[in-house]
Nanobody, 117 residues
Framework: QLQLVESGGGLVQPGGSLRLSCAVSGFKLDYFVIGWFRQAPGKEREGVSCIGRGDGDTYYADSVKGRFTISRDDAKNTVYLQMNSLKAEDTAVYYC??????????WGQGTQVTVSS
């Protein structure tokens, strides 16, 4: 059974950094495209970043470009989201999801990121 578990969220001051992890189990990570999404209170879920299979083409939302970096370690079945220069507007629950052929099949439970002084 495909499962994803996020970790690494927490409270950080503006300008700080966090690294989120998405651990995949049940299947080999290299079968999937992995996406990171976030949802802030009262707002719709938005795509943050994703990384493809193989050579790992990456995508970033304009709001995080230059601050966030996505990477994958297929040997550890884990995808990371390095978040630098965090802003208050980055506060949200962050989710990872595994997808194939343009559809996301499974989602993690989410990890809270709060950026506040």
């Amino acid at each position: 059974q495909l499962q994803l578990v996020e970790s690494g969220g927490g409270l950080v001051q503006p300008g700080g950094s966090l690294r989120l992890s998405c651990a995949v189990s049940g299947f080999k990570l290299d079968y999937f495209v992995i996406g990171w999404f976030r949802q802030a209170p009262g707002k719709e879920r938005e795509g943050v970043s994703c990384i493809g299979r193989g050579d790992g083409d990456t995508y970033y939302a304009d709001s995080v470009k230059g601050r966030f970096t996505i990477s994958r370690d297929d040997a550890k079945n884990t995808v990371y989201l390095q978040m630098n220069s965090l802003k208050a507007e980055d506060t949200a629950v962050y989710y990872c999801a595994a997808g194939v052929l343009g559809s996301y099949l499974s989602w993690g439970q989410g990890t809270q990121v709060t950026v506040s002084s």
